[in-house]
């Protein structure tokens, strides 16, 4: 990988194909593996998150077929102005449960344009903050069931609980990092 940059003589074959031909020199050298073992740990282990994912998906693209997306972007920014920096604070965790990605796309571009009067740049920035906080939220809660797995705790809700400070230290430092964009651009 590193002389197909570096030099540029060699061609470049592409990180799928260094990556099976890594893998197939890793079949032949070191310790004996399983194949068949190591594609089946790897299917059951990846599985749960891929069916969560799938299933996010299909609720979000249900959600726009039937207007629902819509209403939610428009209930939150039909709020009044002083109230609009709590509903993203609020809306956007929650509908981070179902996906962070989702509330990404279906309200943080909402949410970035009512708040043009503020620095752009870090109003973003901090919009992406608090939406990922959807990621440990129930009932999905990639991150808290990923952590859960990695720890060895049975229940990913113990994972959460030990989170819920952070993640309000989070939320509430996301929020000021809105409301104060003007002054912190100018100090850049």
Same mark, same amino acid.
């Given at each position: ?18 990556? %099976?031909?890594? @893998?197939? !020199? ?6 004996? $593996? &399983?194949? *068949?073992?190591?594609? =089946? ?43 609009? %920096?709590?509903? @993203?604070? !609020? ?6 449960? $179902? &996906?962070? *990605?989702?509330?990404? =796309? ?83």
């Amino acid at each position: 990988m590193a002389l197909t940059k570096i030099f540029k003589v060699i061609p470049d074959i592409g990180m799928p194909l260094m990556f %099976l031909i890594s @893998a197939a !020199v890793g079949l032949f050298t070191g310790r004996k $593996v &399983s194949p *068949f073992e190591v594609i =089946s740990e790897a299917i059951n282990s990846a599985l749960p998150v891929m069916s969560i994912l799938m299933g996010v998906g299909m609720f979000i693209q249900i959600m726009t077929l039937t207007g629902v997306r819509g209403f939610i972007v428009l209930t939150c920014l039909g709020l009044p102005e002083s109230l609009r %920096l709590l509903a @993203a604070g !609020v809306s956007i965790p929650l509908f981070g449960a $179902v &996906s962070s *990605f989702g509330a990404a =796309s279906v309200l943080g571009v909402p949410f970035s344009l009512a708040f043009l009067n503020m620095d752009t740049v870090f109003t973003i920035a901090g919009l992406s903050f608090i939406a990922s906080l959807g990621d440990m939220m129930p009932p999905t809660a990639l991150a808290g069931i990923f952590a859960a797995q990695v720890t060895g705790v049975k229940d990913y809700v113990k994972v959460l609980k030990r989170c819920l400070v952070p993640m309000g230290v989070m939320l509430v430092y996301g929020m000021i990092f809105i409301y104060f964009s003007k002054p912190l651009a100018a100090l850049f």
